[in-house]
T-cell receptor, first 112, second 115 residues
Framework: QQQVKQSPQSLIVQKGGISIINCAYENTAFDYFPWYQQFPGKGPALLIAIRPDVSEKKEGRFTISFNKSAKQFSLHIMDSQPGDSATYFCAARDNYGQNFVFGPGTRLSVLP | DAGVIQSPRHEVTEMGQEVTLRCKPISGHDYLFWYRQTMMRGLELLIYFNNNVPIDDSGMPEDRFSAKMPNASFSTLKIQPSEPRDSAVYFC?????????????FGSGTRLTVV
């Protein structure tokens, strides 16, 4: 119930393409869904986040789509760039606590 | 703000030795988290504190691991004795509950290698 599932495990996209990473959860108490970006040798950094009362949030080239009924959310990276090559983690927080549950991560490679 | 500061960045130690990892959270943050990251298990929450008090340590692997937060600006994670299977990257993160965007700020991590 506390798990967040994430797919794909790895993703290769051509420069300029769209990268899509999907996550799913079971716990209906989750109330905040961030995405983190991690470069090698660095800690994860908050990229974008959404609450379940909206279906989409966009920040620049990054968009979260949220489907509350399906308990799924996804990250779309438009016009993907080689500098976007990193590992992406989805996460979820339940409204009873402050800790997050993280997905297993997706390694994105954007080819020049 | 300098962000979450962890030290050391890299630590290589021999099996059986004591290892102490250090973390300075962002000033004003009231939550502090210790995570371990490995290829096999991803990001695992070890323990977290609220206002310097341990709230949940159910992720601490075994009694060899201990964590303290003596004040709002400092926390340690200690492994004694260390074993090769403890080799991982250990992250500290902090957050502020009442923030409009309650995500974590992670440090750069400590890469621990136990030989």
């Amino acid at each position: 119930q506390q798990q967040v599932k994430q797919s794909p495990q790895s993703l290769i996209v051509q420069k300029g393409g769209i990268s899509i990473i999907n996550c799913a959860y079971e716990n209906t108490a989750f109330d905040y869904f961030p995405w983190y970006q991690q470069f090698p040798g660095k800690g994860p950094a908050l990229l974008i986040a959404i609450r379940p009362d909206v279906s989409e949030k966009k920040e620049g080239r990054f968009t979260i789509s949220f489907n509350k009924s399906a308990k799924q959310f996804s990250l779309h990276i438009m016009d993907s760039q080689p500098g976007d090559s990193a590992t992406y983690f989805c996460a979820a927080r339940d409204n009873y606590g402050q800790n997050f549950v993280f997905g297993p991560g997706t390694r994105l490679s954007v080819l020049p | 703000d300098a962000g979450v500061i962890q030290s050391p960045r890299h630590e290589v130690t021999e099996m059986g030795q004591e290892v102490t990892l250090r973390c300075k959270p962002i000033s004003g943050h009231d939550y502090l988290f210790w995570y371990r990251q490995t290829m096999m298990r991803g990001l695992e929450l070890l323990i977290y504190f609220n206002n310097n008090v341990p709230i949940d340590d159910s992720g601490m692997p075994e009694d060899r691991f201990s964590a303290k937060m003596p004040n709002a600006s400092f926390s340690t994670l200690k492994i004694q004795p260390s074993e090769p299977r403890d080799s991982a990257v250990y992250f500290c993160a902090s957050s502020f509950l009442l923030s409009g965007s309650p995500g974590y700020t992670f440090g750069s991590g400590t890469r621990l290698t136990v030989v």
